[in-house]
């Protein structure tokens, strides 16, 4: 009996020598954390749950924290995602997707001969869709919010005036877009300015906007003076967007996709935003495959997620669009018989052609630049969410009077069905341009359960490539065992069906596995690519802990108490 007892206690202990104790490496606080682009919109998000707000009164805090100290993103001229769980486990979302103008039209962005016109969908005033940030925020705040709104903005409206520091990244950033917004907004332009590090930019026009908002609540934005300078900015512009437009805009509460890993429940977005049915497809088709064995980032690793992204991403293009104006087959997508089928034809003997794979067949059914926070309160209320102008500094049109950069995300729409947009990515009939439609995303913000309890809040920038980031981060600390620091650190790589290629980070993999998989027929594009995520995310750690992991690649910041 003693022998027994003896080997059994061997036996555990080998078992538990041979699993990864996850160390933290990210900042590691007992109560709140939020991580996001930049420290002074963490911080802020930060101080205001310290004054007794929550994970939503944070939400709208950082996020026009963020259209402050982050203007190539954080906006309040764009729109976004937001997913949430509250501490007792009920899920949610909500939808504050930019909308086309009403007179908007399908072959807007298409000349005489109906090829589309270069730049017109990017960089001019038809570019923009009508904001849905503000909306989004006083939404939240509406259901959940704990704060007065005028407390929420205080601390914003102070770092307007007071300035942000610019850092080496920021310096880059707009040096990189210097020519393309001194052209569109003139020599006399905030942005137009020659800015290094260490210098202070300060946000006048921004805090007046604000101060404005306090006071009168949504409406100033969308029917205020507010409303009337940004249209009238906008008709000088050349621009399309009206009044009306800006009056009958509505953020819309949404039932998101929520599915199952093998013992992980996920929460993530749903149309308008591929994210959520893109995220559940590919991971339904890598479930069956032992990828901690295959080992991270190894060659049979890489094969099993490139060859579900590839269908996915095929499906996404084909199928998808916004759910008040086109029948989406969700249901059928996320069959897991359909599913089986889609990967029935992999082989780890050779690489698929996007060629040969296209759209799943479903009987019956016819068919760039942005930001990440994540956000846990004390109490456990948890959001996660991703905002956009879509391209850096969206259309570059920078309004002077009121602070802000308009977005470029009528160039989410399939301008013509086929043709690649910004991001590389094709579209059809569901993701055509019609008035009040909201475009098609991949913003993915996304949060993991695991036993019923909060486990992680996760998403990311990268336009096409969000997705695929979320995904990683995910099997980083779930099956290969890593801190929430390491996972958002770790290199990554990127497929989405077309073009018919495998993108890797630069210098960051194993030059064996390359060469393995150029051997069964991948082509590996390892050149610099601009966006290949800024994940911001909070992994719950086993003793209630929170860990943060903000994103080496830029400024991003976790901060918290």
């Not at 610019?166 to 300015?193: A, H």
């Not at 006071?215 to 940004?230: D, H, I, M, P, V």
């Amino acid at each position: 009996m003693k022998k027994t007892i003896l080997l059994l206690s061997l036996l555990v202990l080998s078992c538990k020598s041979n699993e990864k104790l996850l160390v933290p490496t990210g900042l590691v606080t007992n109560k709140a954390m939020v991580v996001s682009a930049r420290s002074e919109a963490s911080e802020i998000g930060v101080a205001i749950m310290k004054k007794g707000g929550n994970a939503f009164d944070a939400m709208v805090a950082t996020e026009l924290a963020l259209a402050v100290s982050y203007p190539q993103a954080g906006n309040i001229g764009g729109g976004g995602f937001m997913v949430f769980r509250k501490a007792n486990g009920d899920t949610g979302a909500l939808d504050y997707r930019e909308k086309a103008p009403l007179a908007a039209t399908k072959d807007m962005f298409l000349d005489q001969n109906g090829n589309v016109i270069p730049g017109k969908s990017t960089a001019t005033a038809f570019a923009s869709g009508v904001p849905g940030t503000l909306a989004g925020m006083f939404a939240v705040h509406k259901k959940f919010g704990s704060l007065p709104i005028n407390k929420i903005l205080e601390p914003v409206i102070a770092l307007a005036k007071k300035g942000v520091v610019v850092t080496e990244n920021q310096e880059k950033s707009l040096s990189t877009y210097r020519e393309v917004l001194l052209k569109e907004n003139g020599p006399n332009s905030l942005f137009s300015k020659v800015y290094k590090v260490g210098d202070t930019i300060k946000y006048p026009a921004l805090a007046a906007t604000l101060e404005r908002i306090a006071t009168n609540g949504r409406s100033e934005f969308y029917n205020g003076e507010t409303a009337q300078k940004l249209i009238s900015f906008l008709k000088g512009k050349g621009g399309s967007m009206t009044l009306e437009d800006l009056e009958k805009y509505d953020s819309k509460w949404r039932t998101p996709i929520t599915f199952s890993y093998k013992d992980l429940e996920i929460t993530s977005m749903s149309p308008p935003s591929s994210g959520g049915i893109c995220l559940d497809q590919i991971m339904k088709m890598i479930e069956p495959f032992d990828l901690s064995t295959f080992g991270h980032n190894g060659t049979k690793s890489i094969q099993v997620i490139t060859e579900a992204e590839r269908r996915a991403y095929a499906d996404r293009n084909s199928f998808l669009g916004d759910p008040d104006f086109v029948k989406l087959p969700v249901k059928e997508l996320l069959d897991s018989i359909y599913i089986q089928k889609r990967m029935s034809n992999f082989s780890f003997d050779k690489a698929s052609k996007s060629s040969d794979i296209g759209k799943g067949k479903i009987p019956g059914y016819e068919s760039k630049e942005t930001t990440h926070y994540s956000i846990v309160d004390a109490d456990g209320n948890a959001v996660s969410v991703t905002t956009t102008l879509n391209d850096h500094y969206g259309s570059k049109i920078y309004c002077d009077e009121l602070g802000f950069f308009l977005n470029n995300q009528m160039d989410d729409f399939s301008a013509k069905p086929g043709v690649p947009n910004l991001y590389g990515l094709t579209g059809t009939e569901a993701n055509s341009i019609a008035p009040g439609k909201r475009m098609l995303s991949s913003m993915t913000p996304t949060i993991v359960e695991k036993g019923k309890k909060l486990f992680m809040v996760v998403g990311t920038p990268g336009g096409s490539t969000i997705i695929t980031s979320v995904l990683q981060t995910i099997l980083n600390v779930y099956e290969y065992k890593m801190s929430m620091q390491e996972a958002v650190n770790a290199p990554r790589f990127h497929h989405q069906w077309l073009p018919d290629e495998i993108t890797f980070e630069p210098n960051s993999f194993d030059k064996k596995t390359l060469e393995e998989l150029k051997n069964k027929g991948y082509k590996i594009n390892e050149n610099n690519k601009e966006i290949i995520g800024q994940v911001d995310a909070i992994l719950i750690l086993s003793d209630g802990k929170l860990e943060g992991g903000a994103d080496k690649r830029a400024d991003n910041s976790a901060k918290g108490f």
